[in-house]
């Protein structure tokens, strides 16, 4: 058993390697603060703006950049947030056939995709309105 780890194929070991950001955040008032909003979308590599519209449609509620931060309507609790970004990860970073996050989104024809950097793969991603 204790020889699992080291007959995991290559792909396996890089899905290990990543390492998910997580949103610190607090509750002020009737909103609720991400504080290291920015950090976060520069570590997946993100637009702010995207990952904003995608937290404000799953929270159902408005969302305002504030410099590194990111201010939502409303209390959230941590793990809420978190999950959510666990799905963004899942839906627009992580790439579906080698589950690396060297990818990137673009639009082609109108039609939005991610392309891995990594093995070269290309999948549609839906659009955030
Ligand atoms: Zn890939």
Excluded: W
């Amino acid at each position: 058993m204790e020889k699992a780890f080291s007959e995991l194929p290559e792909t396996a070991k890089e899905k290990a390697r990543f390492k998910m950001p997580v949103f610190e955040s607090f509750i002020q008032g009737n909103q609720t603060i991400i504080q290291n909003f920015t950090d976060v979308t520069g570590a997946l590599r993100r637009d702010e703006k995207h990952l904003m519209k995608f937290l404000s449609k799953e929270l159902a509620t408005p969302a305002d950049l504030d410099g590194r931060r990111l201010i939502l309507k409303g209390k959230h609790r941590d793990k809420t947030l978190n999950g959510r970004l666990e799905k963004y990860v899942k839906e627009y970073v992580l790439c579906t056939e080698c589950g690396k996050p060297d990818t990137n989104l673009l639009t082609q024809g109108g039609v939005n995709f991610m392309r891995c950097e990594a093995c070269g793969a290309r999948s549609p991603v839906s659009v955030i309105k």
